[in-house]
């Protein structure tokens, strides 16, 4: 596949969380690159961006708790949670940015217990 994710887990409120994803080097190196999630019974959503220069865009949801990074040497893209909340469960996937996306991963599981 082109995206890999990983990282998931169960973790309590208020607890942290990093995922990461690993890319082909033809998703990583030019394109901005997106974290999503998806929730039971709802659409995927875009969660954060993070240019090729490291410029980064949230959901006003996460916005001052999660954190979006790339790593080139490693072309890994990472998503570090902290102050999480039960309704930041969700199945977390890589992709570029929307309208640009390429086939999906399998996702990674994150739950946050109450």
């Known amino acids: 596949g082109q995206v890999v994710e990983s990282g998931g887990g169960l973790v309590q409120t208020g607890g942290s969380l990093r995922l990461s994803c690993e890319a082909s080097?033809?998703?990583?190196?030019?394109?901005?690159l997106a974290w999503y999630r998806q929730a039971p019974g709802k659409q995927r959503e875009l969660v954060a961006s993070v240019t090729t220069y490291g410029a980064a865009v949230y959901a006003d949801s996460v916005k001052g708790r999660f954190t979006i990074s790339r790593d080139s040497a490693k072309n890994t893209v990472y998503l570090m949670m902290n102050s999480l909340k039960p309704e930041d469960s969700a199945v977390y996937y890589c992709?570029?940015?929307?309208?640009?996306?390429?086939?999906w991963g399998q996702g990674t599981q994150h739950t946050v217990s109450y």
């Open positions: 080097i033809m998703v990583f190196r030019f394109d901005t």
């Open positions: 992709n570029k940015e929307p309208g640009k996306t390429v086939s």
